[in-house]
């Protein structure tokens, strides 16, 4: 069921505008879009009001509001999954923001079947970019593994992007690629990964 939802909210993603600016025109009217292309004598902006670009010359243009509206994440905690698709690996998360650009989480994960799988592990993340209403991030993490009665040890580097709608700011979705390496449980095994895991912000 939860691999059906992170579906969902990674169609999202790329469903909702990473921002959006407001036209204000001589005629008194107002358009919400994203800027494509602007030059000395027309604009181009993305709007949900039709699925084509809009075309507007600059000379009906009486003003234009850009979006500055910041967003800081600076000592919040948030509460989410985590999941793993080629490893069918689902886990809970706790992600705690120590600045605006620092995080720690801590990631619990528990799988029955065949065999009992239970692991804990505790990740650092940075965000190097902001664009929109995204954060691009790099991190690393490590961790303790249990099969059965067996012990081992991960660990993993990690870069993605993570998602804020903005009509749902608090609400967090985030894409991840990364190389990881189990060791201590059976075979040692490397390879990548990539996750998918959505959280929300308090």
Same mark, same amino acid.
Do not use: C
């Given at each position: ?11 999202? %993603? ?16 107002? /358009?919400?879009? #994203? ?12 709007? #949900? /009001?039709?699925? *084509? ?7 009906? %243009? ?50 029955? &079947?065949?065999?009992?799988? +239970? ?8 965000? !190097? ?13 490590? &961790?303790?593994?249990? #099969? ?14 993570? !998602? ?12 991840? +690629?990364? $190389? %990881?390496? *189990? *060791?201590? $449980?059976?075979?040692?095994? *490397? ?10 912000? +308090?």
């Amino acid at each position: 069921m939860l691999k059906y939802i992170l579906s969902l909210l990674t169609l999202l %993603l790329f469903a909702i505008p990473a921002g959006a600016e407001t036209i204000r025109l001589n005629s008194g009217e107002s /358009l919400e879009g #994203k800027i494509r292309i602007m030059d000395e004598k027309t604009l181009y902006i993305e709007s #949900k /009001l039709t699925a *084509q670009e809009l075309k507007i010359d600059r000379e009906d %243009l009486s003003l234009i509001e850009f979006d500055t509206s910041g967003r800081s994440l600076a000592r919040r905690i948030g509460f989410g999954f985590h999941y793993r698709p080629n490893g069918n690996e689902e886990h809970l998360s706790v992600k705690n923001w120590l600045s605006e650009i620092d995080s720690a989480e801590l990631m619990i994960g528990y799988s029955s &079947g065949s065999v009992s799988t +239970f692991g804990v592990e505790l990740r650092y993340a940075r965000v !190097f970019k902001v664009e929109g209403t995204s954060d691009l991030f790099y991190g690393a993490g490590t &961790g303790i593994i249990s #099969k059965d009665s067996t012990r081992g040890t991960s660990f993993r580097f990690f870069s993605g992007s993570e !998602f804020f709608p903005s009509s749902s700011p608090n609400f967090g979705i985030s894409l991840e +690629f990364g $190389v %990881l390496r *189990q *060791q201590g $449980v059976g075979d040692d095994t *490397q390879g990548f990964y990539n996750a998918i895991s959505a959280r929300y912000y +308090f």
